[in-house]
């Protein structure tokens, strides 16, 4: 299933929680649960090694660094493509 959607911050919301992705907190924040996985592969993240947080970052086998010309290239394909896919949908996005 597609959906071409410009949604506000609102709307997404919205439809989060009309598919059970997640409840509204007592604050009126979005709030989710990971499920049996908790935590996150090395390989499956990304965190972009640039100058004002590089030197704050423990840098190693579990925090690797990302190039920002590839962070720029990786975001430009998925605009170019326009498909972003969560669970059994996938979203247009337009610019």
Same mark, same amino acid.
């Given at each position: 299933?597609?959906?071409k959607? @410009?949604?506000?911050? /609102?709307?997404?919301i919205? @439809? +989060?929680l009309?598919? *059970?992705?997640?409840?509204? +907190?007592? *604050?009126?924040?979005?709030?989710v649960?990971?499920?049996?996985?908790?935590?996150?592969?090395?390989n /499956?993240?990304?965190?972009? @090694?640039?100058?004002s947080? +590089? +030197?704050?970052? /423990?840098?190693g086998?579990? *925090?690797l660094?990302? /190039?920002?010309?590839k962070?720029?290239?990786?975001? *430009?394909?998925?605009?170019?493509?326009?498909?972003y896919s969560f @669970?059994?949908?996938?979203?247009?996005?337009?610019?």
């Amino acid at each position: 299933m597609v959906e071409k959607l @410009k949604l506000s911050n /609102d709307e997404l919301i919205i @439809k +989060a929680l009309e598919q *059970n992705e997640g409840v509204l +907190a007592e *604050n009126g924040a979005l709030t989710v649960t990971t499920g049996l996985r908790t935590g996150r592969s090395p390989n /499956d993240r990304f965190i972009v @090694k640039e100058s004002s947080t +590089a +030197a704050d970052i /423990d840098w190693g086998d579990i *925090n690797l660094p990302f /190039d920002p010309v590839k962070l720029v290239n990786h975001f *430009n394909f998925i605009l170019e493509i326009g498909v972003y896919s969560f @669970k059994n949908s996938s979203f247009v996005l337009t610019k």
